[in-house]
């Protein structure tokens, strides 16, 4: 028989598995092409939130992923690199998908919306960092 958990039991285990993900990417080095990509457009990856990346999963570009700015946007990027770990020319996408998230902060049924638990573990992420 399987458990059923409260919203509040749910919006628990997600923000842990959102802390759990980034502290894992905080605590590695990330590929130095997404670092200079990211910088050039103004993102800042040490005070980012990694939500997700893939590196040379088969089928995939070499670099993919989402993550949450500093500054609130949230990010899909994607890249494939030469033998030299630059980004090819024309393979690179960086993309704002802010609108697909969810940010109730109260919302019926799910409780808290994924983008605001996204937004609250990166504030605490900085804060901690500081």
Not at 41 to 65: F, K
Not at 91 to 107: M, N
């Amino acid at each position: 028989m399987s458990r059923q958990y409260s919203v509040q039991q749910q919006n628990a285990l997600t923000l842990a598995a959102i802390k759990q993900t980034a502290a894992w990417w905080r605590a590695r080095p990330l590929p130095d092409a997404l670092c200079q990509y990211a910088a050039s457009h103004g993102v800042a990856l040490s005070a980012a939130l990694m939500l997700d990346l893939r590196l040379a999963y088969p089928g995939m570009p070499a670099v993919y992923g989402k993550l949450l700015s500093a500054d609130g946007h949230f990010i899909h990027f994607e890249m494939d690199l030469d033998d030299a770990l630059c980004p090819l020319p024309g393979s690179v996408a960086w993309d704002d998908i802010s609108a697909r998230y969810d940010l109730a902060a109260h919302k019926r049924g799910t409780g808290v919306g994924y983008g605001e638990l996204c937004k609250k573990v990166l504030q605490e992420m900085n804060h901690a960092a500081r």
